[in-house]
Each structure stands twice: as structure tokens, then as C-alpha cells.
């Protein structure tokens, strides 16, 4: 079973327009044959030519120039957790530095600090927050808006129900009909993607801190162990060292990674004869928990509840550099073109970019009224860059890239901790009140139609 079947799968319980969003991206792909050029007004946030004529995407990357978060060695194939086209800051790469936060008035290069008060001043609707615990009595007289989000480009489809703490991880393997949600309420919960069902619930004794998939293989963390589960034969393996919770993993080189409480990052290898995952390494340094990993551009790239990114070789799994901008836990870390964007409790996201030397600096500060949780970088159906981050406030904002314009909000009833794209202009949020809602990109046609 093929990416295409099981998007087409998940559209049939939605409802959504399988071969229409083909039909876009074919069409995309005809006009790429013919223009090289990216539209420099779509960079900045602003282009407003139907149709333009420029590209309204970043041109791919060289074939060299890969930094699929996938691993090989026997447990990886092309669909993967990792958003693929954010790759990893690399000095080669095109510069856009003057392009960031333009929807805040932005220009120019440097390392530039703009806060929310430099947005455009448009009367968003106000959200009813009675509504949103469950609890407002004025019904269709309210003054607010009864609704999950803001904005025209997408829509929720689902509210799947069950957990009974904050989900904690989303996973969507290949060639599978289920949808894995694990939480802090000990569980794993499998959703059948065609009728939304739960099909089984899996006692773990212990609270998932995170859960990713690589292919078919769906890994989950929690205290003192990794569990690596094969979708396709149904086997189970379980992967010891951790000391602590487990709170974040990626897949790159190869290798297997989990950042843990204690402050290392474990680094297991998959023999293909023996299967099973080996102890590969154990990355020192971060004096408190790992919270947040990612790969690209040949690194690895780690943020901790000490305040600091740190910057490891993946060849040689050292540490070559240390960032200390900012000033609170680093929550997420998100690779996107040739930059590295971080959040932070100390309610910033920096855009990092590589000097001529290949060291990582702040070229641009984005500034938000909350702290932030997770970052979470996707396509819409456009193909068009957008970044979902989730701040304290019980909130996801959707920023295109790079120039920080919103495109909506998320609400939600407690914060949400995962976000996670699928397949077919799906993506799924999971909060702390424990439910996960799924949902789909929308046509620019079809969103002014509504």
C-alpha cells in the first residue's frame, strides 16, 4: 500500500478531494518546467497576481544537497515523520536574510528583533474561550466566535477522543490504516484512519515523553527505555540505556537518537541480520534533559532545558559548536532551507543561518506575547512554507515563511504539546486536555468559497 492509497484512505472518512489536490500539484509541476524563478513578492508574503507567473515555492535543493531526517539500514523508506524540503542551514545555500518577518515591516539583513506590536493592525474575530471549555451559555447569541480556528486555508475534519492527559506524541507510519496518539495518561491509542474508530489501546506503565515514526516503524519514548515497534510484522523491540524520561528522537545517518532527562543523547544503529537496534553512542553535554532534536545539513542538532542548542557532527557525533541566545528552555528546533529556527519558554523564535566559516548565528528574532512549545514546519496545498508553532496560551499560530504573515490560529482547551503533518494536506494536533484533531488544507478556491 502506496503514500497515495493511504492519503486517498483518510480522504474518504473526511471527505476531501484526493485527485483534485493531484491534479493541482501536476499542474505545479508542468509550470516548474517551464519557470525557475521564484516570485519575489511570495518570499516576502505579499503577492497578490492570480495567477502569478513565478514560482510560489523555494526551488529544491541540489540532489547532494539532501537532509532527509530518514535513516536506512532496513528501517526507513520514503514517507517519513520529518518534513522533507526543511533541510538544514548550510553556508552554500541561497541567502533570503533580508526576507524575514516582512510582515512585520522587516528588512534588510542582521540579526533584527521585531515584537507582535509591529503587526498590521486587521480585526481578527475573537474567539469565545467559554466556548472553548465547553461551557458558554449564550449558544448562538454569543457576541464570539464558536470555533476551533481562525483563518480561510484550513479546516478541522475530526476530534478523535479517548486520551485522558496531554498527548505527548503523533505518529502516522507507511503502509499502515492506523494512527498512533501516545500520552502522558500511559497509553498508546491506535485510530483506524476510515471510520476514525480507536482499535486498540496499549498499556505502556509508564508516560510516553515522545513518540515518532520512520517508515514503518513507529518509536516511542518513556521512562528509562525506547520501545521500536515494526508496523508491518506486528514485532516489538525494546531499547534500554535511557536514564529518565525520554523527550525527544529523529532518525538520521543511520542511527537512532534520544535525547533524555539526564542530559545525553543515546545513539542506537539497526543490524539488519540481527534485527535488532545496537548501542552506537552517547552524546555528552547538555547539563540538564533533552527536550528537542532534529537533523539536517549533516547535523545534529539538540535543544535543552539548560537554555542552550548544541551542534553535533553526524559523522563524527562531536559537538562543534554550543548556542546561547536564548534564555529559557528550548523547547523545539526546526530545520527549514539553509536556516535552523529554534523556540523558546523565553517567548522568542531565532532563525539561525550559517557564516562563511559554517558557524550558526541569529539572523532574525521573532518575537510572540506567550511562551512557545513546538514548532512544526509543513506545506500547504500550494506548496507554499508554513510554520505552526504552539505558545502557553492554549494557541498554535500559522506563519508563511519566511516572512512571519499569519495565516490563522488553533485553539485549543490546554496546550498543545504535538503536531504532526500526514499525508494529502492533512496535518493532527494533540493538547493537554488529551484530545487529537485532525486537519486538512483547504484550496485557495475552495477557502474563498466557504
Not at 138 to 162: I, P
Not at 262 to 269: C, F, P, Q, R, V
Request: net charge neutral; aromatic share 8%.
Amino acid at each position: 500500500m502506496d503514500v497515495d492509497s493511504g492519503s486517498k484512505r483518510v480522504f474518504q472518512r473526511l471527505g476531501g478531494p484526493v485527485e483534485n489536490s493531484k491534479n493541482h500539484h501536476h499542474n505545479n509541476n508542468n509550470n516548474n518546467n517551464q519557470i525557475q524563478k521564484v516570485c519575489y513578492h511570495w518570499r516576502a508574503g505579499n503577492c497578490n497576481r492570480h495567477p502569478c507567473p513565478y514560482l510560489h515555492r523555494e526551488l529544491p535543493p541540489p540532489p547532494n544537497g539532501s537532509s532527509k531526517r530518514g535513516g536506512g539500514g532496513g528501517f526507513s523508506d520514503d514517507y517519513s515523520s520529518s518534513s522533507s524540503s526543511f533541510s538544514g542551514p548550510r553556508s552554500s545555500r541561497p541567502n533570503y536574510n533580508n526576507t524575514w518577518g516582512r510582515a512585520h515591516g522587516g528588512g534588510g539583513g542582521g540579526n533584527r528583533t521585531l515584537t507582535r506590536n509591529n503587526k498590521p493592525t486587521e480585526k481578527v474575530p475573537k474567539v469565545c474561550n467559554f466556548w472553548i471549555q465547553g461551557n458558554c451559555g449564550y449558544g448562538e447569541k454569543c457576541r464570539y466566535l464558536h470555533s476551533w480556528s481562525t483563518g480561510d486555508n484550513f479546516s478541522m475534519v475530526a476530534q478523535l477522543e479517548g486520551h485522558q492527559k496531554v498527548v505527548s506524541g503523533i505518529a502516522l507510519p507507511s503502509e499502515s490504516n492506523s494512527l498512533y496518539t501516545g500520552s502522558k495518561d500511559e497509553t498508546v491509542r491506535l485510530w483506524d484512519c476510515t471510520t476514525g474508530q480507536c482499535n486498540a489501546v496499549i498499556q505502556l506503565g509508564g508516560e510516553v515523553g515522545c513518540m515518532i515514526n520512520e517508515g514503518h516503524w513507529v518509536f516511542v519514548g518513556i521512562p528509562n527505555a525506547v520501545k521500536a515497534w515494526n508496523t508491518l510484522n506486528n514485532s516489538e523491540l525494546s531499547l534500554s540505556g535511557p536514564v529518565g524520561q525520554v523527550y525527544a528522537m529523529v532518525v538520521g545517518n543511520d542511527l537512532l537518537f534520544a535525547g533524555t532527562q539526564d542530559g545525553s543523547i543515546l545513539a542506537w544503529k539497526f543490524n539488519v541480520v540481527t534485527n535488532t537496534f545496537e548501542p552506537a553512542a552517547s552524546l555528552k553535554g547538555h547539563t540538564l534533559g533533552v527536550v528537542s532534536l532534529v537533523v539536517g545539513a549533516n547535523r545534529l542538532y539538540s535543544g535543552s532545558m539548560d537554555c542552550s542548542i548544541r551542534v553535533w557532527n553526524l559523522e563524527t557525533l562531536q559537538c562543534v559548536q554550543t548556542l546561547k541566545e536564548h534564555s529559557s528552555v528550548v523547547m523545539s528546533v526546526l530545520c527549514w532551507d539553509q536556516f535552523l529556527l529554534s523556540c523558546s519558554l523565553d517567548k522568542t523564535i531565532k532563525v539561525w543561518v550559517a557564516t562563511e566559516s559554517g558557524n550558526l548565528e541569529v539572523t532574525y528574532t521573532h518575537n510572540e506575547d506567550h511562551g512557545l512549545l513546538t514548532l512544526c514546519g509543513m506545506h500547504d496545498l500550494e506548496s507554499k512554507p508554513i510554520l505552526l508553532c504552539s505558545c502557553n496560551d492554549n494557541t498554535v499560530h500559522l506563519y508563511d515563511l519566511p516572512s512571519f504573515s499569519e495565516r490563522g490560529k488553533i485553539y485549543a482547551k490546554q496546550e498543545v504539546r504535538a503536531i504532526q503533518m500526514g499525508p494529502g494536506g492533512l496535518f493532527f494536533t494533540g493538547d493537554g486536555a488529551g484530545q487529537v484533531k485532525v486537519w486538512r488544507w483547504l484550496a485557495e478556491s475552495t477557502a474563498t468559497t466557504r
